[in-house]
């Protein structure tokens, strides 16, 4: 039986209308724990102020809507390989 990773995002609900999203790969204690903080507009909007330079939408219709996202970016960058830088510079034409 295969068990699911530990989630390396987690949504903390601060007031009935806030949330904060966390990064557990660091301490409470470091700045980039906190990754944005989430509050909600009305009942089918919710609104983001990104505490890291992320590209993603500032508008949201639920809060995990914005922590699928930040998931999903997450595991984008860590699925690509290194881009390989070549020895030797590109002969000319001539």
């Given amino acids: 039986m295969s068990e699911l990773p530990d989630p390396r995002f987690m949504l903390n609900r601060i007031t009935a209308s806030e949330w904060v999203i966390n990064d ?3 301490s409470p204690n470091d700045p ?3 990754v944005a903080c ?3 507009l009305a009942e089918t909007e919710v609104e983001v102020t ?3 330079d992320l590209p993603l ?3 949201y219709g639920t809060v995990f809507e914005v922590l699928e996202d930040v998931e999903r970016l997450g595991d984008s960058n860590r699925a690509t390989r290194p881009i390989s830088i070549p020895r030797q510079p ?3 034409a001539t």
Wanted: aromatic share 16%.
């Fill in 57 to 59: 939408a500032t508008r």
């Fill in 32 to 34: 980039r724990h906190v």
């Fill in 50 to 52: 990104w505490l890291r």
């Fill in 90 to 92: 590109p002969l000319l």
């Fill in 24 to 26: 557990l790969r660091y």
């Fill in 38 to 40: 989430v509050y909600e």
